[in-house]
Every structure is written in structure tokens, then in C-alpha cells.
């Protein structure tokens, strides 16, 4: 079965930082481009940040960009998003995607 964990969530000030986790079993990562998406209260879900199967290739949506990094450890089965310079319009629930299979999210609040 393929399952996919996020951790890393919590709550942070405004400028803070922190590194998301996803914990991929049940498939080889290194055969599958992986993302990240998240979804605020009353808003669609959208998606952030996709890295390449080797990790050499990734994008992100603009909001993010030069914030945020994704990144990847095959021989861990693990994809990582690190999250600098937060703003309080980032506070989401935040999920790890490998079509057509979704993690079940963890809560990224920003918020002073």
C-alpha cells in the first residue's frame, strides 16, 4: 500500500521558519515526481512546490518563491519543504501529493 506522512507542522511568528516532512513507503520516491500542496480555510487547495523524480528540477508557485525549498532523499523515501521568511497568509494545511495518492496534512499556522 502507498502511504505518505507530513510532519513538522506547528506554530510560528511571523518571519519564522520551519521544515516539513514526507514519509513515503509502499513505492520507490525515486520513480515519481512528488509535491506539495496546501489549503486555507475557504480557499481551493493549490498547488506549492514540485521537485523531479532525481531531484535536479523543481517549481514553485510565486507566492513561495525564494521562500521555500523543496527537496528530496530518495534513500530515505523522504521529501522535505523548508519554509523561511513565513507570513501569516501561509497558515494551511499543508499535504504531500504522489498522483493520485495524498498524505494527510499537517497544520502550518503563522500567526503573532
Known amino acids: 500500500q502507498v502511504q505518505l506522512v507530513e510532519s513538522g507542522g506547528g506554530l510560528v511568528q511571523p518571519g519564522g521558519s520551519l521544515r516539513l516532512s514526507c514519509a513515503a513507503s509502499?513505492?520507490?520516491?525515486?520513480?515519481?515526481?512528488m509535491s506539495w500542496y496546501r489549503q486555507a480555510p475557504g480557499k481551493e487547495r493549490e498547488l506549492v512546490a514540485s521537485i523531479s523524480p532525481a531531484g535536479d528540477n523543481a517549481d514553485y508557485v510565486n507566492s513561495v518563491k525564494g521562500r521555500f525549498t523543496i527537496s528530496r532523499d530518495n534513500a530515505k523515501n523522504t521529501v522535505y519543504l523548508q519554509m523561511n521568511s513565513l507570513k501569516p497568509e501561509d497558515t494551511a494545511v499543508y499535504y504531500c501529493?504522489?498522483?493520485?495518492?495524498w498524505g494527510q496534512g499537517t497544520q502550518v499556522t503563522v500567526s503573532s
Open positions: 501529493r504522489r498522483f493520485p495518492y
Open positions: 509502499g513505492f520507490t520516491t525515486s520513480n515519481y515526481r
